[in-house]
């Protein structure tokens, strides 16, 4: 089994930045692709970034530019780096992690962007 745990989670002012971190464990030597997602209230859960284990990386179009993904020195760990955040990007920010068939998702970590 895998978990995931994210953290990095808070209060930020529009304009700011944070990093989110995220840790998958347990049996991670089948895991490929980590992404973020996340959900707003009321909203879809939509792709934030991805990152696969060569280093390929893909991107909402509304993040494009301000948010970089990137993965540890061991597969099992990735960040995400927010910067310029806004207001509306407001949500609970999840990770995941792709082995074989399945997808792993963690309880989710609450970035709130104040105006």
């Known amino acids: 089994q895998v978990q995931v745990v994210e953290s990095g989670g808070g209060l930020v002012q529009a304009g700011g930045s944070l990093r989110l971190s995220c840790v998958a464990s347990?049996?991670?030597?089948?895991?490929?692709?980590m992404g973020w997602y996340r959900q707003a209230p009321g909203k879809q859960r939509e792709l934030v970034a991805r990152?696969?284990?060569?280093?390929?990386?893909a991107y909402g179009d509304s993040v494009k530019g301000r948010f970089s993904i990137s993965r540890g020195n061991t597969k099992n760990t990735v960040s995400l780096q927010m910067n310029v955040l806004k207001p509306e990007e407001t949500a609970v920010y999840y990770c995941?992690?792709?082995?074989?068939?399945?997808?792993?998702w963690g309880q989710g970590t609450q970035v709130t962007v104040s105006s």
């Open positions: 995941n992690a792709a082995l074989g068939g399945m997808i792993v």
């Open positions: 347990g049996s991670i030597f089948s895991i490929s692709v």
């Open positions: 990152i696969g284990t060569g280093g390929s990386t």
